[in-house]
T-cell receptor, first 112, second 114 residues
Framework: AQSVAQPEDQVNVAEGNPLTVKCTYS??????LFWYVQYPNRGLQFLLK????DNLVKGSYGFEAEFNKSQTSFHLKKPSALVSDSALYFC??????????WGAGTKLIIKP | DVKVTQSSRYLVKRTGEKVFLECVQD?????MFWYRQDPGLGLRLIYF???????EKGDIPEGYSVSREKKERFSLILESASTNQTSMYLC?????????????FGPGTRLLVL
């Protein structure tokens, strides 16, 4: 079955520390992977995607994600967190019918 | 800059009412989507459309219908609103369907059905 798992409902990080938001997936074939962010009372904004090529993908607002085929993971990372990074983060993978399969979301809280 | 707009940010309706949610995109995208977002469930696809007058059911189409008469406009219709349709509704658009094109989202409509 095709699926996306975000194992943490919430991640708490102190400002200035590195952050990681985890995502694992299950899909047949080569995965197309996405990260989106949702700020309070807003729609989703695209952060980055992996289609092919370099396993480390760089995106908006200083975020990056590492594709790991053997671990079927696509974790979102940032070297130094900002309070303004506090938001809801969604991982998604393209399914066999070309539609996106979404994770449940991870709430990221950055404390000053 | 891609823009997807939704007709209302907040909506309060009564059980049994017919509800229309409208979405407009200005990027000439072929594909448009309606999702609902509920805490802990992520986004669930209700319907999508890959062309004018074309529609496909998503994962949770029951209780909903859609209309796409023009390329830029995709409407979601709740024929008879029920309290379990209280949710955040997100519209998105995307060009083509190869090599993982990005979906662009509207700001969302938070619907409360009383």
């Amino acid at each position: 079955a095709q699926s996306v798992a975000q194992p943490e409902d919430q991640v708490n990080v102190a400002e200035g520390n590195p952050l990681t938001v985890k995502c694992t997936y299950s899909v047949s074939g080569n995965p197309y992977l996405f990260w989106y962010v949702q700020y309070p009372n807003r729609g989703l904004q695209f952060l980055l995607k992996y289609i092919t090529g370099d396993n480390l993908v760089k995106g908006s607002y200083g975020f990056e994600a590492e594709f790991n085929k053997s671990q079927t993971s696509f974790h979102l990372k940032k070297p130094s967190a900002l309070v303004s990074d506090s938001a809801l983060y969604f991982c998604a993978v393209r399914g066999s019918n070309y539609q996106l399969i979404w994770g449940a979301g991870t709430k990221l809280i950055i404390k000053p | 800059d891609v823009k997807v707009t939704q007709s209302s940010r907040y909506l309060v309706k009564r059980t049994g009412e017919k509800v229309f949610l409208e979405c407009v995109q200005d990027m000439d995208h072929e594909n448009m989507f309606w999702y609902r977002q509920d805490p802990g469930l992520g986004l669930r696809l209700i319907y999508f459309s890959y062309d004018v007058k074309m529609k496909e059911k998503g994962d949770i189409p029951e209780g909903y219908s859609v209309s796409r008469e023009k390329k830029e406009r995709f409407s979601l219709i709740l024929e008879s609103a029920s309290t379990n349709q209280t949710s955040m509704y997100l519209c998105a658009s995307r060009s083509g369907q190869t090599r993982g094109e990005t979906q662009y989202f509207g700001p969302g409509t938070r619907l409360l059905v009383l």
